[in-house]
């Protein structure tokens, strides 16, 4: 079992910056991939970026491409979300997710098995 906790939300104005950070308790995170993903009301969680333990490769949504940088650091069982250049249809609660081992799709999030509670981040224009 692992136990996520997202944290860093906010309310910004549209080009500012926030870091969102999530912090993994249970088990090292070290060989699970990581990922974030957002949701708004009404529609689908959607996904956001990934990191695969295994190669260390890095995945973004078009959306956020050249914007958001996802990381982690194994030592501190840490994954954080750098969001810069943030606009007002970035506004969603971002969610954090894992999964142990190989396999399942990085961008769905039925591929993952773990998840934390969510943090707001508001965008004002």
């Known amino acids: 079992q692992v136990q996520l906790v997202e944290s860093g939300g906010g309310l910004v104005q549209a080009g500012d910056s926030l870091r969102l950070s999530c912090a993994a308790s249970?088990?090292?995170?070290?060989?699970?991939?990581m990922g974030w993903f957002r949701q708004t009301p009404g529609k689908e969680r959607e996904f956001v970026a990934a990191d695969r333990w295994s190669g260390g490769s890095t995945y973004y949504a078009d959306f956020v491409k050249g914007r958001f940088t996802i990381s982690r650091d194994n030592a501190r069982n840490t994954v954080a979300l750098q969001m810069n250049s943030l606009k007002p249809e970035d506004t969603a609660v971002y969610y954090c997710a894992a999964k142990p081992g190989y396999g399942g799709t990085y961008y769905s999030s039925s591929s993952y098995d773990y998840w934390g509670q969510g943090t707001q981040v508001t965008v004002s224009s």
């Open positions: 249970g088990r090292t995170i070290s060989t699970y991939n």
